[in-house]
Every structure is written in structure tokens, then in C-alpha cells.
């Protein structure tokens, strides 16, 4: 684990690969519910 990384993840690549899995999630969730993926996503 990298020092003093305040997340749980091998490198930065870890965390943007959990990042995005989570955010497709999310758009998926979203669209899903024919809630509108413009808000406050960032």
C-alpha cells in the first residue's frame, strides 16, 4: 500500500479503476430509474 494513501488501494490506477466501476454504477442506477445523469455527478 502506498504511504499515507487515504485510501485502501495498491496505486492510484486501483483507486481510478474502483472510481469508475462505481460511477458506471451509478449512471447505470440513474438511467435506470430515468433519473437524469446531469446533476450534481461529478
Do not use: C, V, W
Not at 8 to 16: L, V
Not at 24 to 40: E, K, P, T, V
Amino acid at each position: 500500500m502506498k504511504e499515507g494513501a487515504p485510501y485502501p488501494f495498491a496505486s492510484d490506477q486501483e483507486y481510478d479503476k474502483k472510481q469508475d466501476a462505481f460511477e458506471n454504477h451509478y449512471r447505470r442506477f440513474m438511467s435506470l430509474h430515468g433519473i437524469s445523469d446531469a446533476q450534481n455527478l461529478t
